[in-house]
Every structure is written in C-alpha cells, then in structure tokens.
C-alpha cells in the first residue's frame, strides 16, 4: 500500500554527520577499535531513495551496503539512480523495519544508519529499530539513531499542534502545504517585541519556513510525531544489547567524556562512568533546551573509555573546508566561521591541512606533541576541523584517463541539480558545458578522447586544468 512518503516524496539529501566514518572516529576517541572502512558492511534503516548510501557505495567500492525503506517508490528511485551508475556494491530494497531482521544474518553489519526515522514512527516501530539494530550489529560495530529530541521537542509539538489546526480538514497535500506555509509566514510576520513566547514561536516559525516545503509535510505534519528524552531512548537500546556511546554532532563529543575530577567514582553513580556520563548528558540536554539528537550505540560488551586522550588521534587523517584569508589573516569557513590562531606551530600547521583540502593529512606525522593534539581536537569539536579513518578516497589530481565519479555521470545523466562529492557534501553545478566534460571522463577515454567526445563544447586545452578543479572538489576518483 502506497505509504505518504510515496505520496510526497521526501527530499534526498547527504548527511555528513551520518557517514560511518563519523561514528568510527568517535569510537576511536573513546579507545575502541572499529571495523574498517574501507571493507566495511553498512546498513541504513529506512533511508528513502538511499542517496546517503549511493554516495558512499561510489567513494568504497570495497565496502557492501545496504538500505531498505517502506516506500517502495523512493527505493525504485533509488534503485534507477543505482543502476545508471552502475554501483554493484549497494542494495535497495522495499521493506517494512517490523519485517527487515529475517533476511539478515546476527551481527553482519558493522556501521548502521537510522536517521530521521526513529521520532516519527510509533512505538513497536522504535522498538523494531533497536531490535535489528541489536540484531545486526557486528561485536564492533557502531549504529547511529537520530531523533527529534526533549525538552526542545515540547516547544515543536506546540508549533505542530498549532499547525495541525491550521491543516483539519484538507486532504490535498498541495494545500495542506499552503496552509501551513501561510500560517507560519503569518507567525514570522508578527511584531513580537516584548513577548517571550511570541517571540519563540516567530523565531520558529521563521525557522521551519526554511525548510523544504516537502519536510515541512512530513516533519511537522506527518501521522506521528514523538520527541524522545536521550534517557528514554539509551533505555530503549539497552533492551536490544546495546550500550551508549556518544553523540556524532561535533559539539556534543567533548560532553560524552569526563574531566579529571569529574570521574563516575566523584558522583552519585556508584563509581559507574557510563551512568556518570549519561547523567550529564540529559542535563545538559534539559539545560540547552535540547532539540535533535544523533546517538551512537554500541553492542553492551563493549567499554567505551570516558577519559579523552588526545593520542587517540595519532592513527586518524585530517582536513578541513576552511579557506585562508591573507588580508584578514585568519582562516574562514563559509561566512559564519572564523578561526584566528595565535600559536605560531598551530598556524604553520593548520596552512598544512588548507593547502592539502579537500585531502586529508595524515595526524601521526603532522601533529606530533600531545598538547597540540588536544588544540587539534578541540577544533574538531568546534567544526574547524574534520578527522577520518582513512585517506581520502578519491583523486585530487587526474591522471592519464580522468574518471569522474559514477554516481555524478549518472546524476549529470538524470539530469540531478545537485551532484554527490565523494567527500559526502553536494554540490550545485549548472553549466552544460562543465556537466559535459565532467560526463566524458569516464575513466575509459584518454584526455586527447575526452577531447574530442566534448569537442565544439569545451575547449581542449582547457580540459586537464577543468578536471583538475573538478577534483578539488572531490568529484574525481583515482
Ligand atoms: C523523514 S524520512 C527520512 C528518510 C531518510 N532517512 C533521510 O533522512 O532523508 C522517514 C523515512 O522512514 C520511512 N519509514 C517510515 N516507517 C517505516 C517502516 N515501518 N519501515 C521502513 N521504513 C519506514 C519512510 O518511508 C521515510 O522514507
């Protein structure tokens, strides 16, 4: 039966912050040994047309994944966008969570994925996800389930609960749409000063007015909707075997360790780090208002250390997408970031990880005193920087036949605005004549080929220099 996200289709997009390379790196920070990546099994629970996996499948072609989803028609999809590319080395299937563990054999994959699923579904759903991620989870592996989360999802309920009267009654989802779109629009209008709650809801309105309007359809006005405290859903994963372990969001990693001092024995919590950690990390979620959480589980036999230790980076790369600004001299990223080091080893350093961008660097030879490591980390929190378990797995220069990576042919082909980086962001590029080339090299021809096959569209000396680029952007593989 034709589910509602096979009526309104939800919007496929990368999540960096899902990428198991995420959860690798912070089960490394906390001592453990994860499977590796490059070999690695992955399975996303209810990952719609599967753009996450598709990515990844076309940056490890070593690697096995998997996805399934209940919309069959986001899986077919993703299925045609599978096989344009030709990625022999991912699976979609249309598949109820309640019905997914049969099929899968105990403990065979080491990196699970259940993002945007887990708050929206009712409560044998969420049980059915921990289930089969207890189910399928490797001794080593590392799940990722996100939610909406509380307290802050009090204040989303009452924007819902608002909207959802604003929608009784229409049935076309066009209108429905509509209707809540002009409701918002009206509350983010409003002149607000002086209310405390007015403003709350002008500035969440203004917020969800942001999103997709497709989102909006399913995110605040889908059949279910249930925020869950962080305790509530640890206790959920403790019923399936597993234990917690951290959260992938940069900010939230340094609050899943404790201070010296701060040890489990220091508090009411019999000396357990585990309990002592999770005690803090809902106050502090009760504290911040908490509004969206991304946990990571691993199996209950596991010991995630809960001391921080900035040696953990040394088997780890690094990069960044900051750029330098010689004027200013500091280094930015995007508009929003700005990073000024006073350190002159940590500046001489961190130019190292610019110039290599979007490479990635190996820690072990580029950071070599602990306490500079710690800097190092603290700036991965920030999001100045991002750490991997492996070098990048794609080329940052083109060589004798240029192959753009199949996921982007297939994009170009399909004619998608927005094309996969192999370094799991997107990127919008509209010239025909870049779409063109980028299509050509398709690790077959030779450059002079390459040349012909877009003769009259690019300019031939202009090629090597274009992939060039085009592998700069990650969009190359080796
Ligand atoms: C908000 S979307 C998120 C999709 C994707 N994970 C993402 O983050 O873009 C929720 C997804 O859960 C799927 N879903 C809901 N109930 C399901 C079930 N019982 N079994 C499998 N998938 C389900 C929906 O079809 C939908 O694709």
Redesign the pocket.
């Known amino acids: 039966m034709p589910?509602t996200?096979d009526k309104v289709a939800?919007p496929?997009?990368l999540?960096k912050r899902t990428h198991p390379e995420r959860l690798a790196v912070v089960a490394t920070l906390h001592g453990l040994t994860p499977p590796p990546l490059e070999t690695a099994r992955v399975l996303?629970?209810?990952?719609?047309e599967g753009l996450?996996l598709l990515a990844l499948a076309a940056a490890y072609p070593q690697a096995r994944f998997e996805g399934?989803?209940?919309?069959a028609s986001?899986i077919a999809r993703g299925e045609a966008l599978r096989a344009a590319a030709g990625l022999d080395n991912v699976t979609l299937a249309a598949?109820?969570?309640?019905e997914?563990s049969q099929p899968i054999a105990p403990g065979s994959f080491d990196y699970i994925v259940a993002?945007?699923?887990y708050a929206?579904?009712p409560e044998p759903?969420r049980a059915?996800i921990m289930a089969l991620i207890g189910h399928a989870l490797a001794p080593h592996g590392v799940a990722l389930v996100s939610y909406n989360a509380l307290p802050g999802g009090y204040f989303r309920l009452a924007m819902r609960d608002m909207l959802l009267h604003a929608v009784d009654g229409i049935t076309d989802p066009d209108a429905k749409i509509e209707a809540a779109r002009a409701l918002l629009q009206e509350l983010a209008d409003r002149d607000s000063r002086g209310h405390v709650t007015l403003e709350l809801i002008r500035e969440f309105s203004a917020e969800i007015l942001n999103h997709h309007e497709r989102v909006l359809f399913?995110?605040e006005l889908g059949e279910v909707y249930a925020p869950q405290s962080l305790s509530q859903v640890v206790a959920a994963a403790k019923q399936a075997g597993l234990n917690y372990l951290g959260d992938s969001e940069h900010s939230r990693i340094e609050q899943d360790f404790l201070e010296a001092g701060e040890d489990g024995a220091n508090v009411d919590d019999g000396g357990d780090p585990q309990r002592a950690i999770l005690r803090k990390a809902q106050s502090l979620d009760y504290r911040d208002a908490c509004l969206f959480r991304m946990s990571l589980f691993v199996r209950n036999e596991a010991r995630p250390s809960r001391t921080l230790d900035p040696d953990r980076l040394g088997p780890l790369w690094i990069s960044t997408v900051m750029t330098y600004d010689e004027e200013a001299d500091e280094f930015l990223g995007g508009t929003t970031k700005h990073l000024n080091l006073e350190d002159a080893e940590m500046k001489a350093i961190f130019h190292r990880i610019v110039a290599a961008s979007p490479g990635r660097l190996p820690v072990a030879d580029l950071i070599l005193d602990t306490q500079r490591r710690r800097m190092f980390l603290k700036l991965f929190m920030a999001g100045h920087v991002d750490l991997h378990t492996t070098p990048a797995p794609f080329a940052l220069e083109v060589g004798a036949q240029p192959r753009t990576s199949p996921l982007v042919r297939a994009e170009i082909a399909g004619e998608h605005p927005r094309l996969s980086r192999l370094d799991h962001w997107q990127l919008s590029i509209d010239q025909a004549h870049l779409r063109a080339l980028l299509a050509a090299a398709d690790g077959q021809r030779t450059v002079a080929e390459i040349a012909r096959a877009v003769d009259g569209v690019f300019p031939a000396d202009e090629i090597v220099p274009a992939l060039n680029a085009a592998a700069r952007k990650a969009l190359m593989l080796a």
């Open positions: 589910t996200y939800y496929s997009v999540f996303e629970i209810a990952c719609g996450n399934f989803d209940l919309a986001a598949r109820d969570i309640l997914a993002h945007g699923v929206w579904v759903v059915g399913h995110d």
